[in-house]
């Protein structure tokens, strides 16, 4: 079955340090690896897909099919980027419905 | 453009109780998907629609969840005899095709007394 993973449920940094969102999936064929992120008093969205290889908002996530990760990073950290972060799967044998990871919140503090 | 629209933004209802939840995809998109954000359950899928293909029905928690997509356009998701652990917010999703970005609306969010 597939299964994503964050393991922290709470990550809290200071504005200007780094970043990193972890992400962990159960999947065998070739997944679809995401990141979402709900704002404050706003709906999900899209964030990043590993296909695309985009850097958004400055944030970079790299698939790495060995250790079958899919963390979130960025560099230095910004006040703004506090949010709810939700890692997320889909593949071709289940449609494109998205399997969600129980999501980590992210605090900036100044 | 306008984005997917779900209404009521809030419901209360008591225990036993029928409710139905709407939702308005973005205009063109073929492919539209419910999921349930809830405290205990985290962000689980329900059901999706894909054109005029049979919905993909393998989330809904109990046969008191049903959904309809008329036209191929608006949703309605409905649930029957509600119980307390009903309660949650419920996403709706829409897309150009299952390979493309899901698209979210702000959410239903459905309280059961």
């Known amino acids: ?110 | 453009g306008a984005g997917v629209s779900q209404s009521p933004s809030n419901k209360v209802t008591e225990k036993g109780k029928d409710v139905e939840l709407r939702c308005d995809p973005i205009s063109g998109h073929t492919a539209l998907y419910w999921y349930r954000q809830s405290l205990g359950q985290g962000l689980e899928f329900l059901i999706y629609f894909q054109g005029n293909s049979a919905p993909d029905k393998s989330g809904l928690p109990s046969d008191r969840f049903s959904a309809e997509r008329t036209g191929g356009s608006v949703s309605t998701l409905t649930i029957q005899r509600t119980q307390q652990e009903d309660s949650a917010v419920y996403l709706c999703a829409s897309s150009q095709g299952w390979v493309y970005e899901q698209y979210f609306g702000p959410g239903t969010r459905l309280t059961v007394t």
């Open chain 1, 1 to 110: 079955a597939q299964r994503v993973t964050q393991p922290e449920k709470l990550l809290s940094v200071f504005k200007g340090a780094p970043v990193e969102l972890k992400c962990n999936y159960s999947y065998s064929g070739s997944p679809e690896l995401f990141w979402y992120v709900q704002y404050s008093r706003q709906r999900l969205q899209l964030l990043l897909r590993h296909i695309s290889r985009e850097s958004i908002k400055g944030f970079t996530a790299d698939l790495n099919k060995g250790e079958t990760s899919f963390h979130l990073k960025k560099p230095f950290a910004q006040e703004e980027d506090s949010a709810m972060y939700y890692c997320a799967l889909s593949g071709e044998e289940y449609g494109n419905k998205l399997v969600f990871g129980a999501g980590t919140i992210l605090r900036v503090k100044s």
